[in-house]
Each structure stands twice: as C-alpha cells, then as structure tokens.
C-alpha cells in the first residue's frame, strides 16, 4: 500500500527555514518522480518543485517553480525512502498547506497535480511575524 506521510510544518518568521520530509511507503522513492504542491486559502494547488526517478534517463533532475528558485532545495534521502524540501528565506507568501506527490510515470509537466498518483495529507507552514 502506497503511503506519502508529511510532517515539518510549522510558525516561522519571515526570513526564517523549515525542512518539510515527505516519509514513503509501499514504493522506493527513487523510482518516482516525486512532488511538493501548496495550496494557499481560496487558492488553487500549485506545484512548487520536483525530483525526478533516478532512472529512465531523468537522472534525479530537480524542478522549481520560478518563486522559490534559490530559497528553497529539495532533496531524496534512498535510506529513509524520504523526500525532503528545505525552505529558506521563508516569505509570508509562502504560507500554505504543503503536499508531497507521487507518481511512477511523469507523462506531462511537472506541475500539474493530475499528474500524480498518491498525495500526503499535507502539513501547515505559516510565515507571519
């Protein structure tokens, strides 16, 4: 059984870092292109980066939306089977529940949340002084 598990959110002041993980199960993270999304309130669910499966002649490439570029790093851990997002100088516009997702088979853009089997729960970060 497929289980994406978020946790690492939080209340930070603006300037300041979170790491989101993204703790898998019932797949091998590596043979997965996998996701972070936010959604803000009243606003649809955007992607905001992405790693590549290691294989397939994707090679573990990473991908930002143009907001975060610099700020924020997204990582895979194969032991743990995690996936992580460190956020840096966090902004109050970056406050949104945050997703991980999960596909075996990127067919499309990256940032298109069809484009993803199985969803986390999502986990709360808040940039607010």
């Given at each position: 059984?497929?289980?994406?598990?978020?946790?690492?959110?939080?209340?930070?002041?603006?300037?300041?870092?979170?790491?989101?993980?993204?703790?898998?199960?019932?797949?091998?993270?590596?043979?997965?292109?996998?996701?972070?999304?936010?959604?803000?309130?009243?606003?649809?669910?955007?992607?905001?980066s992405c790693?590549?499966?290691?294989?397939?002649?994707?090679?573990?490439?990473?991908?930002?939306?143009?907001?975060?570029?610099?700020?924020?790093?997204?990582?895979?851990?194969?032991?743990?089977?995690?996936?992580?997002?460190?956020?840096?100088?966090?902004?109050?516009?970056?406050?949104?529940?945050?997703?991980?997702?999960?596909?075996?088979?990127?067919?499309?853009?990256?940032?298109?949340?069809?484009?993803?089997?199985?969803?986390g729960q999502?986990t709360q970060?808040?940039?607010?002084?």
């Amino acid at each position: 059984q497929v289980q994406l598990v978020e946790s690492g959110g939080g209340l930070v002041q603006p300037g300041g870092s979170l790491r989101l993980s993204c703790a898998a199960s019932g797949f091998t993270v590596d043979e997965y292109t996998i996701a972070w999304f936010r959604q803000a309130p009243g606003q649809e669910r955007d992607g905001v980066s992405c790693i590549r499966s290691s294989d397939g002649g994707t090679h573990g490439t990473t991908h930002y939306t143009d907001s975060v570029k610099g700020r924020f790093t997204i990582s895979r851990d194969n032991a743990k089977n995690t996936v992580y997002l460190q956020m840096n100088s966090l902004k109050p516009e970056d406050t949104a529940v945050y997703y991980c997702a999960a596909t075996p088979a990127l067919r499309g853009l990256w940032g298109e949340d069809y484009e993803y089997d199985y969803w986390g729960q999502g986990t709360q970060v808040t940039v607010s002084s």
